[in-house]
């Protein structure tokens, strides 16, 4: 188990700057998981971490270590990929133990190790069995044994779950929560898979374009997005966005104008007249009826119903489409107008750079 430093952390290749001055840290068993868009940094920065790729500049420190010239092999990290990337030709156990001989961990410790993994993975009726002869959910897990098996001080996992069916990932999931709630590891986990990330993380960094845009909680990310960015990737469907302007400030308080819905009232801090704003509500927080400072109203285009809520797809006045989350049976009707209402801290005000600004 260990701590992980990442400081002014970046990555060229040629004039592409892939990651650009990254600065984390991680506490010891802290379960972190990177998500952002594709191609954003996440596969390289925890190739970095690995030792797998070099750094263009800044430093890694593991356990208070710097690591930047270790090889790999050095770090006491284990990485987890989409690809389990087996040895066709051996079996489960011999899988699992394969890495160990060449780090001197004496035949008895390898087997203790590898009984362990396998009764907490549930692999014990598998060991002698190939690759070829497992589900893709099994073979995941004999990668995960292969990760436990080297007692890491971090576990990097990259998109582990991805390969799997729906069913599979869920109970895979809940294995991994499982797992480091015995180790008490420290974990640095990429997804593309939004319930993965709020379930499993102690803390989310969203990246954007080799930055990070912000790090924190799961709910903190989801309630208090710093940004434009955030508050667009995280939550699905994602939150709707409202052009608007500072339309006059008086006594304090800033009039948020727009087309697409009511005018109301916020604080105005260093707002000025004529600023341009962006309003932000999460499909989840429109309610028919309800009460609250946010009101917008839209034709209803589509109605998907997923059973336990169903999403409302609706024309607003602008033109654009905004979502609506609706709850029970009796959903709107297409062609139908519908209002909607937001809570005041469920409206969400961003400025003209992108950065929210208090509600
Ligand atoms: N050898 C290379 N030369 C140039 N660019 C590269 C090289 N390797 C990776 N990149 C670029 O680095 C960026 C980040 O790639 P990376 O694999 O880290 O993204 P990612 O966030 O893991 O994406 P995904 O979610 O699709 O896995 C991409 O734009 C990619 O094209
Ligand atoms: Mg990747």
């Known amino acids: 188990m260990a701590n992980l430093r990442i400081e002014h952390l970046n990555k060229r290749y040629g004039a592409t700057t892939v990651l650009n001055d990254v600065n984390l840290s991680i506490g010891d068993g802290e379960f972190v998981v990177l998500v952002g868009p594709s191609g954003c940094g996440k596969s390289t920065l925890l190739r970095m971490i690995a030792g797998l790729d070099g750094a263009s500049g800044g430093d890694i420190h593991i356990a208070d270590k710097l690591v930047n010239t ?42 203790r190790r590898v009984a362990k993994a396998a009764r907490m993975l549930r692999l014990e009726e598998l060991l002698e069995r190939y690759p070829r002869d497992l589900s893709g959910g099994q073979r995941q897990r004999v990668a995960i044994g292969r990760a436990i098996v080297r007692e890491p001080a971090v576990f990097l996992f990259d998109e582990p779950l991805s390969n799997l069916d729906a069913a599979l990932r869920v109970s895979t999931r809940v294995e991994i929560a499982n797992l480091h709630r015995l180790l008490k590891s420290t974990i640095v986990y990429v997804t593309h898979d939004q319930v993965e990330a709020m379930t499993l993380a102690d803390r989310i960094v969203v990246m954007n374009k080799g930055c990070i845009e912000q790090v924190g909680k799961p709910l903190d990310l989801y309630y208090e997005p710093a940004n434009l960015f955030v508050a667009g990737f995280i939550g699905s469907p994602a939150m709707n966005f409202f052009e608007a302007e500072v339309g006059g400030i008086e006594g304090g308080r800033a009039r948020v104008a727009g087309t697409a819905f009511r005018n109301f009232d916020m604080p105005a801090a260093s707002l000025k007249v004529g600023d ?16 609250g400072p946010f009101l917008a109203e839209g034709i209803v285009e589509l109605v998907e119903r997923l059973g336990e809520a169903s999403f409302a797809y609706l024309r607003r006045v602008d033109g654009r489409i905004f979502v609506a989350e609706v709850r029970g049976r009796q959903t709107p009707a297409p062609g139908e107008t519908v209002t909607l209402v937001a809570a005041s801290p469920d409206v969400h005000v961003f400025d003209a750079l992108g950065l929210r600004v208090a509600t």
């Open 70 to 111: 270790l090889a790999p092999a050095e770090r006491g990290i284990a990485m987890v990929f989409q690809s389990y990337a087996l040895y066709p030709h051996m079996n489960v156990r011999k899988n699992m133990t394969f890495g160990l001989k060449f780090t001197g961990v004496p035949p008895t410790e390898r087997e």
């Open 276 to 291: 341009a704003l962006t309003v932000g509500v999460r499909p989840e927080h429109l309610v028919r009826g309800g009460a």
